[in-house]
Nanobody, 116 residues
Framework: QVHLVESGGGLVQAGESLKLSCEVS????????IGWYRQAPGKQRELVAR???????IYSDSVKGRFVMSRDDAKNTVYLLMDSLKLEDTAVYYC??????????WGQGTQVTVSS
């Protein structure tokens, strides 16, 4: 069983920044890919950013240029730095890891609320 714990969510005003963290219970080198997803009320969960292996992250068009995903392998942690937050970024943000041996796991999510 792999455990993921997200943190760093909160309530901010539009234009401000937040940094999310996702601590994973396995060595990140054991992950085929690891990503950040979000789900807004009434909407489907969507990809925000993802790292495949050790490649550079890919981003959804809606966050490209504003969000940066990074990793610290020594801490088994990935981060999502979110700048210039918009009202439409309000959602529960989830971390997901797909292991090299097949199964994937989700964290419990962290709420991000952007107010005007």
């Amino acid at each position: 069983q792999v455990h993921l714990v997200e943190s760093g969510g909160g309530l901010v005003q539009a234009g401000e920044s937040l940094k999310l963290s996702c601590e994973v219970s396995i060595n990140l080198l054991g992950a085929n890919n690891i990503g950040w997803y979000r789900q807004a009320p009434g909407k489907q969960r969507e990809l925000v950013a993802r790292i495949e292996g050790t490649t550079t992250p890919i981003y959804s068009d809606s966050v490209k240029g504003r969000f940066v995903m990074s990793r610290d392998d020594a801490k088994n942690t990935v981060y999502l730095l979110m700048d210039s937050l918009k009202l439409e970024d309000t959602a529960v943000y989830y971390c997901r890891v797909v292991t090299n041996w097949g199964p994937f796991y989700w964290g419990q999510g962290t709420q991000v609320t952007v107010s005007s």
